[in-house]
């Protein structure tokens, strides 16, 4: 689900690139903020930070004794992604296994699809493996996907989600590229 968010930060600019001019300040401003968002990957609470949408707010400048450089407290809008429980997304199968797949949603690179919330498919093991229902529906690398989200964990060390899917629901499974 994406997230609007406004959210608080401090922005730090060395005193070499200060300039008297409020436009360049805050062209400074901004691109410390875009650089500083960009490296902060994602947060338990708001989930992975795509992109600032508006700079709301540039506080007072406050230079900072022994590094000299100056921190902006700005207010920021942007917009998050995060995974929840019960909702219904699509994914894109990057690793099959004997006991399930791998997708890719959006920024979440581990949605796992046990064999066991896969009703009526079948692993079927070869150079290129497969799940297949006696319908030929396939699931395999490539695959776009409709699942629910049964379950997720927040991983703190690598500031990412892992989520846990089923296809067990109405209009869930692979989708046809026709």
Known sequence: MFLKVELPWNVMIPAENMDAKGLMLKRTILIQLLEAFASKRATKELGYYLTVTS??????????????????????S?????????????????????????????????????HVKMPDYKYLPGENPI???????????????????IGTKWMEVEKEFQALASLEGDYLGPISEE
């Not at 997304?89 to 979440?108: I, N, Q, S, Y």
């Open 78 to 114: 942007g917009m998050t992604f995060k995974i929840f429980k019960g909702e219904i997304l699509e994914g894109v199968v990057h690793k099959v296994l004997r006991h399930g797949v791998f997708m890719r949603c959006g920024p979440v690179e581990n949605v796992y699809l046990s």
């Open 131 to 149: 799940f297949m229902n006696e319908k030929m529906s396939r699931i395999q690398v490539d695959t776009l996907v409709r699942f629910v989200v």
């Open 55 to 76: 700079l709301d707010k540039i506080g007072e400048g406050k230079i900072r004794e022994h590094t000299g450089e100056v921190m902006f407290p700005v207010v920021f």
